[in-house]
């Protein structure tokens, strides 16, 4: 399951409008150093404790408002990776970001998943429960995503999370285009994903499914349509790659064979060699 940091702060009322511009630009960070969400609510409905509360939590005067966030990463160890990436980034020191809020007061803890309700449930957006998907706000130009996608030797350096690795990357970006990727494992391994390309929107969208192969031959066993979007956002690219799936078994077997981690895995290596570009 996934692991969460959870954060509690006290924030001047006032600074509502600088607390979640603040939000956004942490998040997308956070996002880019592999979290798979951030969330940052305003306190709306907050009792006061007889014994104890959140406000007293964080010594919250008369004039702030107590605020809850946390951010979900796939598993601990990138929850560490990513929160030494941030600690190094100069982006998110405090003389580039200043919180709006005061620092020493704030609270926060990690915490492993032991009950996640949604896996009982479709998830958010979801086509019928058969979607899983990931989005995170990239600052790269969509343009160098892109390539990266569409690009057999540049696809070949981060399509699936290492210890694996692309050893064969046949790619025909058109509709109708066929595609003929052979992953290799670190210990012989070999998996072949074949497909064709459904859509193709330049610099924007690519759609891909494996249920044909190539010149339109059915496959044998259909599994999944790939979507993925590179959208203009606040002068970054939102990205975002859903699997949707012929069955709610396929997704759920996908998630089981660690979909969360395996993409959020690949994108950071996108997003490392987008950047080189």
Same mark, same amino acid.
Request: proline share 6%.
């Given at each position: 399951?996934?692991?969460?940091?959870?954060?509690?702060?006290?924030?001047?009322?006032?600074?509502?409008?600088?607390?979640?511009?603040?939000?956004?630009?942490?998040?997308?960070?956070?996002?880019?150093?592999?979290?798979?969400?951030?969330?940052?609510?305003?306190?709306?409905?907050?009792?006061?404790?007889?014994?104890?509360?959140?406000?007293?939590?964080?010594?919250?005067?008369?004039?702030?408002?107590?605020?809850?966030?946390?951010?979900?990463?796939?598993?601990?160890? %990138?929850?560490?990776?990513?929160?030494?990436?941030?600690?190094?980034?100069?982006?998110?020191?405090?003389?580039?970001?200043? %919180?709006?809020?005061?620092?020493?007061?704030?609270?926060?803890?990690g915490f492993e998943s032991v009950s996640d309700a949604r896996r009982c449930t479709p998830p958010a957006g979801a086509?019928?429960?058969?979607?899983?998907?990931?989005?995170?706000?990239?600052?790269?130009?969509?343009?160098?995503?892109?390539?990266?996608?569409?690009?057999?030797?540049?696809?070949?350096?981060?399509?699936?999370?290492?210890?694996? !690795?692309?050893?064969?990357?046949?790619?025909?970006?058109?509709?109708?285009?066929?595609?003929?990727?052979? %992953?290799?494992?670190?210990?012989?391994?070999?998996?072949?994903?074949?497909?064709?390309?459904?859509?193709?929107?330049?610099?924007?969208?690519?759609?891909?499914?494996?249920?044909?192969?190539?010149?339109? %031959?059915? !496959?044998?066993?259909?599994?999944?349509?790939?979507?993925?979007?590179?959208?203009?956002?606040?002068?970054?690219?939102?990205?975002?790659?859903?699997?949707?799936?012929?069955?709610?078994?396929?997704?759920?077997?996908?998630?089981?064979?660690?979909?969360?981690?395996?993409?959020?895995?690949a994108a950071d290596q996108l997003v490392e060699l987008a950047k080189t570009l």
């Amino acid at each position: 399951m996934s692991y969460v940091d959870g954060f509690i702060t006290a924030v001047p009322t006032a600074n509502r409008d600088a607390f979640r511009s603040h939000s956004e630009h942490f998040g997308g960070l956070m996002q880019e150093f592999g979290a798979m969400r951030v969330v940052d609510c305003w306190g709306d409905d907050v009792p006061h404790g007889k014994l104890t509360d959140m406000y007293r939590a964080v010594q919250a005067n008369g004039d702030e408002t107590v605020c809850f966030s946390w951010i979900e990463w796939p598993t601990k160890e %990138m929850r560490d990776a990513g929160m030494a990436k941030m600690m190094q980034d100069p982006r998110t020191q405090p003389n580039a970001m200043p %919180m709006p809020f005061d620092g020493k007061r704030m609270i926060f803890g990690g915490f492993e998943s032991v009950s996640d309700a949604r896996r009982c449930t479709p998830p958010a957006g979801a086509a019928d429960g058969h979607e899983l998907s990931i989005t995170r706000l990239i600052p790269v130009a969509r343009e160098k995503l892109w390539r990266c996608w569409t690009e057999p030797q540049l696809l070949k350096q981060w399509f699936c999370p290492k210890p694996w !690795s692309i050893a064969v990357a046949e790619i025909d970006v058109r509709v109708g285009g066929s595609s003929h990727i052979v %992953m290799r494992g670190p210990n012989g391994e070999s998996h072949d994903a074949d497909g064709v390309y459904l859509e193709v929107v330049p610099g924007r969208k690519l759609v891909m499914t494996d249920a044909f192969t190539r010149d339109w %031959m059915p !496959s044998a066993k259909p599994f999944m349509t790939g979507i993925v979007t590179f959208d203009d956002e606040d002068g970054q690219t939102r990205y975002t790659a859903r699997a949707r799936h012929w069955s709610r078994e396929d997704r759920e077997a996908h998630e089981q064979m660690g979909f969360e981690p395996g993409w959020n895995a690949a994108a950071d290596q996108l997003v490392e060699l987008a950047k080189t570009l």
